[in-house]
């Protein structure tokens, strides 16, 4: 059975913190994504790595960085937490052979005081 | 630019009743078409996904979609809902980022409310 893993499920953490959201995947995939949804938006591309130490901006990359040391593993960083961060991140992966289709990990809900 | 509308943002229909998701995308190519379900607090599943060939695709669950690219529509369908198919639904379509392809543009969802 195919794995995405999402290092939290809830998260609470303070203005100006430094937080790391960590996803790992264990299918090989090249491709890695991570988004941010909120209620009335849909999903939204913050980051994605279509290899290792490869990086490419989504729609709303301000206020986060991307880490990609290993292929299996994904980190989203907020390098200074503030409220209008609070929101469900989802992390997703894919193979660049086939048809793409995404696979989500379960996500992380992070609340930002 | 890719895009991808659902027109409506919550439908609630009756156990039972068929069920009829609008999907609209804005694509030049040939698309990559996918529909998502997500249930409360999880993460997405895919139900289906449309890349060539037969325009009605058959999913998980009892889904079916067609596409009709006279209409650029990737329309999902139930004959019977169930209870469980209460949950958000999202359509999206491959998109192509910066060269790289393989990002999905996603459409903001339709959430599916069942009354007993």
């Known amino acids: 059975d195919v794995k995405v893993t999402q290092s939290s499920r809830y998260l609470v953490k303070r203005t100006g913190e430094k937080v790391f959201l960590e996803c790992v995947q264990d299918?090989?995939?090249?491709?890695m994504f991570w988004y941010r949804q909120d209620p009335g938006l849909g999903l939204r591309l913050i980051y994605f790595?279509?290899?290792?130490?490869?990086?490419e901006k989504g729609d709303i990359p301000e206020g986060y960085s991307v880490s990609r040391e290993k292929k299996e593993r994904f980190s989203l960083i907020l390098e200074s937490a503030s409220t209008n961060q609070t929101s469900m991140y989802l992390c997703?992966?894919?193979?660049?052979?086939?048809?793409?289709?995404?696979?989500f990990g379960p996500g992380t809900r992070l609340t930002v005081t | 630019a890719q895009s991808v509308t659902q027109p409506d943002i919550h439908i609630t229909v009756s156990e039972g009743a068929s069920l009829e998701l609008r999907c609209n995308y804005s694509?030049?190519?040939?698309?990559?078409l996918f529909w998502y379900v997500q249930s409360p607090g999880q993460g997405l599943q895919l139900l289906l996904k449309?890349?060539?060939?037969?325009?009605l695709v058959q999913g998980i669950k009892g889904f079916e979609a067609e596409f009709k690219r006279s209409q650029s529509s990737f329309n999902l369908r139930k004959p019977s809902v169930h209870w469980s198919d209460a949950a958000e639904y999202f359509c999206?379509?491959?998109?192509?980022?910066?060269?790289?392809?393989?990002?999905?543009?996603f459409g903001k969802g339709t959430k599916l409310s069942v009354k007993p």
């Open positions: 997703a992966s894919s193979s660049v052979t086939g048809t793409y289709e995404q696979y």
């Open positions: 299918m090989d995939h090249e491709n």
């Open positions: 790595s279509y290899d290792v130490k490869m990086k």
């Open positions: 694509y030049g190519a040939t698309p990559y």
């Open positions: 449309y890349f060539s060939g037969d325009t």
């Open positions: 999206a379509v491959l998109g192509n980022y910066g060269g790289s392809q393989g990002n999905l543009i």
